[in-house]
Structures are given as structure tokens and as C-alpha cells.
């Protein structure tokens, strides 16, 4: 598949454990965020969003925690399954959900061992 | 099947021959963009497009051309294409008037020499 990092953080778990994911952001503008997926030769995939003026949401198996106070962005994931394996982005728009630029974050290399 | 296209996928040529990497949504989407993936930096946007006619510059747009003529399609051409330009772009698009819930294609490796 095709290389989408050199020197990601990485996070090993076995499957079945609960993972999270880190993600610090820069801009205090900033006011709306996404994850994504990207596995190994493919486009990103996206998993949830959340907007600044909640701290919590949550999907299938995911959720999502914003602190704006420290810039901080969090990414839960239930159980985790190999199929889970892949690069996690993180991503911010500081525009809301109807701005055009969205920065996406170096991502994160996320391991599932059986 | 709803999707975003791409072509070329791979694509070698040589430095100052331009060429357009073609992308197309049949999902009547309004947003359109581009992106460049690199090793070690993520992906960094090189321009969008809210709807037909308007475009606008990303965060590394230079070398590169963009047009939305008609609301499916937004091709990224590069006039004369330089060895740093070689990476693996990615075309997006999202049914709301912004950058938001994308919908990736499966990606175009370009490589200049």
C-alpha cells in the first residue's frame, strides 16, 4: 500500500482493548474538528466530528473529546478490533462547518494485534 | 455507487510537462478540494472549492491551477511540474458548504523527474 508517514507516533494495542488517540491542535480559533481513517491505500475516511461548543460526542464504538482548554483532542475507540488498524487524523476548520480550509494534523499510526 | 474519481492513479513524467489530474464526484456535492500527502507532513491543502466558478487557495497552492466549471469536476493541473511536486494527491468533496464531512478519492501518486 502506499506510505503515508515516516516517524508518526504510533500506538500498539491488542485486540479488544480500548484505544485512544491524542491530538493537540494550535489555533484557539479553531472551532470545529474531525477524525479521520486512512488505511494503507486508501483515502481518508471520516469517523466524527464535534463542534467547539461541546466537549463530548459519540458514535458507533467512537468517541470524540474536545478540551479547549488546553487545546486537546482525543479520540476513544471501544474494543478494538484489526480492522481498526490504519492512520488517524485529526483535522480543524476555523470557520465552522461552512469555511473551506481545513488543517489536518501529521496523524497517528494505530496497530490492532490480534 | 457515490464516490470521488481520480485519474490518473499513477502518473511518472518529467519536469515543465504539464499535465491535469482529473476528479469527479457524482454525489451533486457543492465542495470540492485538493490535497498533497507527504511523508511525515500529513496532508496539506492546495485549494477549494465552495461551489461552481469559486475557488480559492489552500495552504500550499503554488505551482498549481484549479477550475470548477461545472459542479462535478474540479481538475488540479500543473503547468510546468517541478521534482517537488512529486507526492500522492487527494481529492475531496462534502455536501455542505464548507470543509467538513469529505469524502476522499482513492488517490493519484505523481512522480516528476
Known amino acids: 500500500g502506499e506510505s503515508v508517514g515516516l516517524h508518526l507516533p504510533t500506538l500498539s494495542v491488542q485486540e479488544g482493548d480500548n484505544s485512544i488517540i491524542n491530538c493537540a491542535y494550535s489555533?484557539?480559533?479553531?472551532?470545529?474538528f474531525i477524525w479521520y481513517k486512512q488505511e494503507s491505500g486508501k483515502g481518508p475516511q471520516f469517523i466524527i466530528d464535534?463542534?467547539?461548543?461541546?466537549d463530548k460526542r459519540q458514535g458507533q464504538r467512537v468517541t470524540v473529546l474536545l478540551n479547549k482548554t488546553v487545546k486537546h483532542l482525543s479520540l476513544q475507540i471501544a474494543a478494538t478490533q484489526p480492522g481498526d488498524s490504519a492512520v488517524y487524523f485529526c483535522?480543524?476548520?476555523?470557520?465552522?462547518?461552512?469555511?473551506?480550509?481545513?488543517?489536518f494534523g501529521q496523524g497517528t499510526i494505530l496497530t490492532v494485534h490480534p | 455507487e457515490a464516490q470521488v474519481t481520480q485519474n490518473p492513479r499513477y502518473l511518472i513524467t518529467v519536469t515543465g510537462k504539464k499535465l491535469t489530474v482529473t476528479c469527479s464526484q457524482n454525489?451533486?456535492?457543492?465542495?470540492m478540494s485538493w490535497y498533497r500527502q507527504d511523508p511525515g507532513l500529513g496532508l496539506r491543502q492546495i485549494y477549494y472549492?465552495?461551489?461552481?466558478?469559486?475557488?480559492d487557495k489552500g495552504d500550499v497552492p503554488e505551482g498549481y491551477k484549479v477550475s470548477r466549471k461545472e459542479k462535478r469536476n474540479f481538475p488540479l493541473i500543473l503547468e510546468s511540474p517541478s521534482p517537488n511536486q512529486t507526492s500522492l494527491y487527494f481529492c475531496?468533496?462534502?455536501?455542505?458548504?464548507?470543509?467538513?464531512?469529505?469524502?476522499f478519492g482513492a488517490g493519484s501518486r505523481l512522480t516528476v523527474l
Open positions: 483535522a480543524e476548520n476555523t470557520g465552522g462547518t461552512s469555511y473551506g480550509k481545513l488543517t
Open positions: 454525489m451533486n456535492h457543492e465542495y
Open positions: 472549492s465552495m461551489n461552481v466558478e469559486v475557488t
Open positions: 464535534i463542534r467547539s461548543n461541546m
Open positions: 489555533n484557539s480559533a479553531s472551532d470545529y
Open positions: 475531496a468533496s462534502s455536501p455542505f458548504s464548507g470543509a467538513n464531512v469529505l469524502t
